[in-house]
């Protein structure tokens, strides 16, 4: 069945860096655009950013630009978010999510934690 | 920026019908998608494109989109609708994705 499932996710103190994966299945990964939303506790949704089919365009929340890159490997199915400069209210779960105007199929979420 | 406002909370009876608003500049002239997240679980596409529903979604849900307001209509509400909605938009700017910050329904 359609399926993404992220993972990566933890404890890290600020200033630190992580990866998360979404590995996808069920479906033709390369041909559809990929998203990253997060949502810090008893917050709402908050979209991070969105890679093309081909990985040649990418865009990204003003708040990450320069600390986090998306990225994708098609050949592995699987889609990447690397965070650096980790901040405090980085903290949320984090979901991967198919499409490009509108996410059909979301992830489970991995769960990114930033505290000293 | 673009911004995305609905109602913090919505109530309803069971068998009722409930309303949710997400007011934005124009809207009418973008096209509007929302999402169902239960507690504990990712959100769910209920709604895409304004009125168009995914495969398994009850006909319960609908959309509509004009002016500076978009909706979302649950008919016959059930308990099992209650969650939290949220709607979502492409930025007319072309290279951002915007969310209303949430509404939850909460049923009677």
């Known amino acids: 069945q359609v399926q993404l499932v992220e993972s990566g996710g933890g404890v890290v103190q600020p200033g630190r860096s992580l990866r998360l994966s979404c590995a996808a299945s069920g479906f033709i990964f390369s041909n559809y655009g990929m998203h990253w939303i997060r949502q810090a506790p008893g917050k709402g949704l908050e979209w991070v950013a969105v890679i093309s089919h081909d990985g040649n365009k990418k865009y990204y929340l003003d708040s990450v630009k320069g600390r986090f890159t998306i990225s994708r490997d098609n050949s592995k199915n699987t889609l990447y978010l690397q965070m650096n400069s980790l901040r405090t209210d980085d903290t949320a779960a984090y979901y991967c999510?198919?499409?490009?105007?509108?996410?059909?199929?979301w992830g489970q979420g991995a769960l990114v934690t930033v505290s000293s | 920026s673009y911004v995305l406002t609905q109602p913090p909370s919505v109530s309803v009876a069971p068998g009722q019908t409930a309303r949710i608003t997400c007011a934005g500049n124009n809207i009418g002239r973008e096209n509007v998608h929302w999402y169902q997240q239960k507690p504990g679980q990712a959100p769910v596409l209920v709604v895409y494109d304004d009125t168009d529903r995914p495969s398994g979604v009850p006909e319960r849900f609908s959309g509509s989109n004009s002016g500076n307001v978009a909706t979302l209509t649950i008919s016959r509400v059930e308990d099992g609708d209650e969650a939290d909605y949220y709607c979502q938009v492409w930025g007319s700017s072309g290279d951002r994705v915007i969310f209303g910050g949430g509404t939850k329904l909460t049923v009677l």
């Open positions: 999510a198919k499409g490009w105007f509108y996410f059909d199929i």
